[in-house]
C-alpha cells in the first residue's frame, strides 16, 4: 500500500511541477513571421527577442489558462491528501485520504486535458493556416506529459486504496 502512495505521490509532485512550468512559460507555439522566428505562450508571445503580453482577451486562451490553473490547484490539493494519507490517524472513519487523493489527481487529469484539447484544436485550425512554418513547442509538451504523469498518480492511489480496502474487509468483524 505504502509503495503505492509513494509512487503517486512522485508522479504527483513531478506532474505538478510541470504544470506549473507549462503554464508559466511561453513556448507552446513556434513559427516563423516575417523572416523571423517568434514563440507564444499562454501569457506572452515573444518576437525578435522582444516579448509582449497577451492583451488579447481570447476565449480559448481564457479557457486554457483557467483549465490548467485548476489542473494545478487540483494537483497541490490532492498531494496535500496524498501525504495526509500516510499517517492512520483519522478523525472520519468513512473516509479514506488515499481515495481523495487519487479523485482529486483525476480531477486534475480532466481539466488539463480539457486545456489541452482546446488549446490544440484551435491553434490546428486556426493559428496553423495563419502561420505556414510553425509547430508546438516544449511548453505544450509538458502540458501532456503533465497530464500524464497525474494520471498515473490517480491509478497508484487508487490501487492502494484498494488494498486498504482488502485489508478492512479482511479483519475480525
Given at each position: 500500500m505504502y509503495s503505492f502512495m509513494g509512487g503517486g505521490l512522485f508522479?504527483?509532485?513531478v506532474g505538478n511541477i510541470l504544470l506549473v512550468v507549462s503554464t508559466a512559460t511561453d513556448y507552446w507555439m513556434q513559427y516563423r513571421l516575417s523572416g523571423n522566428y517568434a514563440h507564444?505562450?499562454?501569457w506572452r508571445y515573444c518576437m525578435s527577442n522582444k516579448c509582449y503580453m497577451q492583451t488579447d482577451s481570447i476565449a480559448y486562451w481564457n479557457?486554457?489558462?483557467?483549465f490548467m490553473i485548476l489542473s494545478?490547484?487540483?494537483c497541490f490539493a490532492g498531494i496535500i491528501?496524498?501525504?495526509m494519507s500516510f499517517s492512520h490517524f483519522s478523525s472520519f472513519e468513512r473516509f479514506n485520504r488515499s481515495f481523495a487523493a487519487g479523485i482529486m489527481f483525476f480531477v486534475s487529469t480532466f481539466f488539463v486535458l480539457l486545456g489541452m484539447a482546446i488549446y490544440t484544436g484551435v491553434t490546428i485550425n486556426f493559428l496553423g493556416k495563419r502561420f505556414g512554418d510553425w509547430r508546438f513547442s516544449w511548453s505544450y509538451i509538458l502540458g501532456w506529459v503533465a497530464m500524464l504523469m497525474t494520471f498515473f498518480a490517480g491509478i497508484f492511489y487508487m490501487c492502494a486504496y484498494r488494498m486498504c480496502e482488502c485489508r478492512r474487509g479482511n479483519g475480525p468483524r
Open positions: 508522479c504527483a509532485i507564444q505562450g499562454l479557457a486554457t489558462r483557467a494545478g490547484m487540483s491528501a496524498g501525504i
